[in-house]
């Protein structure tokens, strides 16, 4: 996670690409929608002699919620002491999702996602050390409230043009963690007249950091009939380097498609999200979130 002093040049563009990147790539689908939709998604173009796979749409788009069950891991400390919460469970939560995909030519697929998580997290402990006559007793409490914003566009050649595809592509990811933390440590000690007396101390921090970084991604769709379909995404997202935000994001998920109306369908599926971001700077130093659960959908395609 880099610090908020880089470049205004580069942060400006980066804010503008978090969550909106996804949405304008959605947005430049409706012009094409409406070439595509004469057609069917399955339908053969007299014109050009070409065939389009009955596994693949001319253009879609599906807004629905990934029902995750998060597992979330961080490290907060400086590069003398630093604190690790563990793996700790949260509870399920509905994220919002957006998706969509449209064909250049029948091989040629741009594809696009964006999903937000947002957490609170709260930590409390104590201990006690004695020796012979000397003790202490020490408490620490840790508070974080993160958000999650994750976003891809990557492109993908189809190869196949029968009831089963398979597709390899790469394109860019962005991620953002905008994180705040607070941390209370208290000590106190049972011999005052040697020297030994209470302390206490509070850190409070605020931390907002984004990448782009490059992405891999391969695909597979199986028409069983042309309104029921299988399909099988993954994607990996790495930054490398020793400065600033680097980890990477990897997801996958299974699902199947029914479309009950020629343009209208559902989309079920089973994803497993895992995130893991460092940085080497005082503050949050690492951050790891894994996400597993259905994703629903509805979905449009033409």
Wanted: glycine share 10%; hydrophobic share 40%.
């Amino acid at each position: 996670m880099s610090s908020l002093s880089s470049s205004s040049l580069s942060r400006s563009w980066l804010r503008a690409a978090r969550m909106p990147l996804a949405l304008a790539a959605g947005s430049a689908l409706l012009p094409l929608s409406a070439l595509a939709q004469s057609a069917s998604p399955m339908a053969t173009d007299p014109a050009l002699g070409t065939t389009v796979s009955p596994a693949l749409d001319r253009v879609s788009l599906s807004v629905g919620a990934y029902y995750a069950e998060p597992k979330v891991s961080a490290t907060v400390g400086n590069n003398f002491a630093s604190f690790n919460t563990g793996d700790v469970r949260a509870d399920r939560k509905a994220l919002p999702r957006i998706a969509g995909e449209f064909l250049i030519g029948d091989n040629h697929g741009i594809s696009f996602e964006a999903f937000r998580y947002s957490q609170n997290y709260s930590d409390y402990g104590s201990t006690a050390y004695t020796a012979g006559p000397f003790g202490v007793t020490g408490t620490a409490g840790l508070n974080l409230n993160f958000d999650l914003d994750v976003a891809r566009l990557g492109y993908r050649y189809w190869f196949g043009s029968g009831n089963t595809v398979f597709g390899v592509g790469a394109g860019i990811g962005y991620y953002k963690v905008k994180l705040e933390t607070n941390a209370f440590a208290a000590a106190s000690a049972n011999l005052p007249s040697l020297g030994f007396y209470s302390n206490n101390g509070r850190f409070s921090r605020q931390d907002s950091d984004d990448a782009v970084a490059p992405m891999l991604e391969i695909g597979v769709r199986h028409a069983i009939s042309p309104d029921l379909r299988l399909f099988f995404d993954a994607s990996g997202i790495r930054k490398g380097g020793s400065s600033g935000v680097h980890g990477s994001i990897y997801n996958a998920q299974l699902g199947a498609e029914w479309f009950p109306w020629r343009n209208v369908g559902v989309s079920l599926a089973y994803a497993v999200t895992d995130v893991d971001l460092k940085r080497d700077e005082p503050g949050l130093q690492g951050l790891r979130v894994k996400f597993q659960g259905p994703v629903a959908a509805v979905k449009a395609r033409f």
